[in-house]
Structure formats: structure tokens, C-alpha cells
């Protein structure tokens, strides 16, 4: 079936450190995994995406990684700074029209 | 110059009722979709349309029942509510189907609550 996992549900992260979540899918049709960020009350917010031809994908403080392999991929967010603080969903695209997303994160940075 | 806007934002209603959400994005693209997030934060779709059509319909209740009177416009209506519909609902548009390659994007959501 097409299933997202993801860890850890909570995080809280002193300011400046890294913060990173992982998440896994079920089916390695796969081919496109994308992360959102969702503060609150607001809708989710694409930050980066990975598609399956690339194994890592940068945008500043914020880098995706991906091992098809082992069928998981992961937020890496440096330096973290107060307005990190958000809920962070992973996403799967199963070769289909819809994209199935995790659980959730709930990031807390600590000043 | 929002993107994705949907209205209400906010709606309380009884149940039994009968609503609609509606949903309009500026930004030129081919496919809209509607997906519920529910108290626990689970997102999940419900529906998607590409270009007025339905693709997704994802063993949503007959009660619920999108509307894309054009591209750029996909509305929800939603009858007879009951408690469990209380959840924000998004809508979302990407420039094509999914499996071209495309992003979809997020409006600010609707908060239903049913009382």
C-alpha cells in the first residue's frame, strides 16, 4: 500500500543547532518527495523537493536527502532560527495523482 | 495577490446543514484538489480535478461533492453535516498532473467546525 512514515512526531532544537526528520514509504515507485512546512494557522508551505533521479538537493539552511535503496529521505534544516518553529509534513508521490503525506513534525526552537 | 484563497475561512455550523467551500488560484494552472486535515493534523486528499475533470475522488461520503465550474475554480459543497466533518479543508492547485512532473501548492485552508 502507499504509506509515509515519519520521526520523530515532536523535536525541539536549541537555536543554531541542526534539526533533522526522517521519513520512510512503502512502495519504490516513488518518484517524487517533497517537504512542507505548516505554521499556525496557515496552509502547508512547500520548502524543498527531491525527485528520484538525485540522491541530495540544498536550498541554504535546508537540504533533502534521499536513499531509494533503502526507501527513505530526510529534512536536514541548519542553523535553526525562531521562525523554524512550525509542524514539517513529508510527502511521496506513488506514480499516481495524489500525494500521500506523513504524520507530521512538530519543531520547537528553543532561543 | 494570494495564489490559492479559499472562503470562508472560518465557519461554524449545525448539523444537518448544508455548505460550501470555494476555492479560486490566479496562478494559471491546470489542476485543483481538495484535502481535509483532521484534528490529529493528518492530511489526506480527497479530490483533484484536471482541467474541469475529475481525477481523484478518494471514497470521499456522497455528501460531499466538488464543483469546477472552470480551471481556475473548484468548489466543495458539502450536505448534511455531521460532527466528523469538523476539520480544516485545503485546497490546492499544481500546474499539471502530478506525474508530469509538477508541485502543488496550499491555500490558507477552512476551518469547519459542526456543532
Known amino acids: 500500500g502507499e504509506n509515509v512514515e515519519q520521526h520523530p512526531s515532536t523535536l525541539s532544537v536549541q537555536e543554531g543547532d541542526s534539526a533533522v526528520i526522517k521519513c520512510t514509504y512503502s512502495?519504490?515507485?516513488?518518484?517524487?518527495f517533497p517537504w512542507y512546512k505548516q505554521e499556525l494557522g496557515k496552509g502547508p508551505q512547500l520548502i524543498i523537493d527531491?525527485?528520484?533521479?538525485?540522491g541530495e538537493k540544498k536550498d541554504q539552511r535546508i537540504a533533502v536527502t534521499l536513499n531509494k535503496t533503502a526507501k527513505h529521505f530526510s529534512l536536514h534544516i541548519t542553523e535553526t532560527q525562531p521562525e523554524d518553529s512550525a509542524v514539517y509534513f513529508c510527502?511521496?508521490?506513488?506514480?499516481?495523482?495524489?500525494?500521500?503525506f506523513g504524520t507530521g513534525t512538530r519543531l520547537t526552537i528553543i532561543p | 495577490d494570494t495564489a490559492v484563497s479559499q472562503t470562508p475561512k472560518y465557519l461554524v455550523t449545525q448539523m444537518g446543514n448544508d455548505k460550501s467551500i470555494k476555492c479560486e488560484q490566479n496562478?494559471?494552472?491546470?489542476?485543483m484538489y481538495w484535502y481535509k486535515q483532521d484534528s490529529k493534523k493528518f492530511l489526506k486528499i480527497m479530490f483533484s480535478?484536471?482541467?474541469?475533470?475529475?481525477?481523484i475522488n478518494e471514497t470521499v461520503p456522497n455528501r460531499f461533492s466538488p464543483k469546477s465550474p472552470d480551471k481556475a475554480h473548484l468548489n466543495l459543497h458539502i450536505n448534511s453535516l455531521e460532527l466528523g466533518d469538523s476539520a480544516v479543508y485545503f485546497c490546492?492547485?499544481?500546474?499539471?498532473?502530478?506525474?508530469?512532473?509538477?508541485?502543488?501548492?496550499f491555500g490558507e485552508g477552512s476551518w469547519l467546525t459542526v456543532v
Open positions: 510527502a511521496a508521490n506513488f506514480g499516481n495523482e495524489k500525494l500521500t
Open positions: 527531491i525527485r528520484s533521479n538525485v
Open positions: 512502495d519504490s515507485a516513488s518518484n517524487y
Open positions: 490546492a492547485s499544481s500546474q499539471d498532473l502530478l506525474f508530469s512532473g509538477n508541485t502543488i501548492y
Open positions: 480535478y484536471n482541467n474541469k475533470e475529475l481525477i
Open positions: 496562478l494559471g494552472h491546470d489542476t
